[in-house]
């Protein structure tokens, strides 16, 4: 692993910062005709993403970062983002030394705390979306960006970690057990994200967004206490 970024610099960093951990719209089938990397939003995929650019049409993002993956930067495109910052750990087809996505051809998407987390690949993970992050985090740092607006599109199991990694740096300070619970708890779905702000005196809460309906968060909150 790098040598971590000084937990110092990190806060000073973060501080009035939001981080969007976005996963693409609805996709094409996994039919076999075409390589994971190359499945192309659908209308209703494309539908999902106009609604999340509704919800975010008065944050400009200072930095977005994509994987390789045609449905996120076709996700990006649609929200106006033509040239992110591709980074390949956030795929999975094209990174094949990410553990996370591995263990995700075995487990699936559950939530980390539902199986990730007591697999016998857990701190290899945990180690890679540390590297992962302190990627990102020296991108922003070498900007000289503070509190950014920053967005990142991926595969939805590696997004969670990076979230989780996020806490792991500043879960001491006020709401960060809320941050927490959202990294571990979250089953991100198509066309849904993650939502950090991170306040002047490094308070931090999240949510996930769209919000679902009403019915949908009943339904949500009986399986998650079943």
């Known amino acids: 692993m790098n040598t971590p970024l000084r937990h110092e610099t990190v806060m000073e960093i973060l501080r009035g910062s939001q981080f969007v951990f976005l996963r693409h719209g609805q996709i094409s089938p996994n039919d076999g005709k075409r390589p994971e990397h190359l499945r192309f939003l659908v209308a209703e995929g494309i539908k999902q993403i106009q609604t999340l650019r509704l919800l975010f049409q008065e944050t400009q993002f200072d930095?977005?970062?994509?994987?390789?993956?045609?449905?996120?930067?076709?996700?990006?495109?649609r929200l106006g983002y033509h040239e992110p910052i591709v980074f390949g750990s956030l795929g999975s087809e094209k990174s094949?030394?990410?553990?996370?996505?591995?263990?995700?051809?075995?487990?699936g998407y559950v939530p980390l705390n539902e199986g990730y987390f007591q697999h016998k690949k857990t701190d290899e993970m945990k180690i890679f979306a540390q590297n992962a992050l302190q990627h990102i985090l020296q991108i922003i740092l070498?900007?000289?960006?503070?509190?950014?607006a920053v967005m990142i599109v991926g595969?939805?199991?590696?997004?969670?970690?990076?979230?989780?990694?996020?806490?792991s740096y500043i879960g001491e300070h006020l709401g960060f057990a809320q941050v927490q619970r959202m990294a571990l708890e979250t089953n991100l779905s198509e066309g849904s994200c993650l939502h950090l702000k991170i306040d002047a005196n490094s308070n931090g809460h999240c949510e996930l967004l769209p919000k679902p309906e009403p019915q949908q968060a009943e339904?949500?909150?009986?399986?998650a206490h079943a």
């Open 63 to 77: 930095v977005v970062y994509s994987s390789p993956h045609l449905a996120d930067t076709s996700t990006l495109q």
């Open 142 to 148: 070498d900007k000289d960006l503070k509190g950014p």
């Open 155 to 167: 595969h939805a199991v590696t997004l969670e970690f990076l979230l989780w990694a996020l806490n």
């Open 96 to 107: 094949p030394n990410n553990p996370i996505t591995s263990v995700l051809s075995e487990l």
């Open 219 to 223: 339904l949500h909150h009986e399986l």
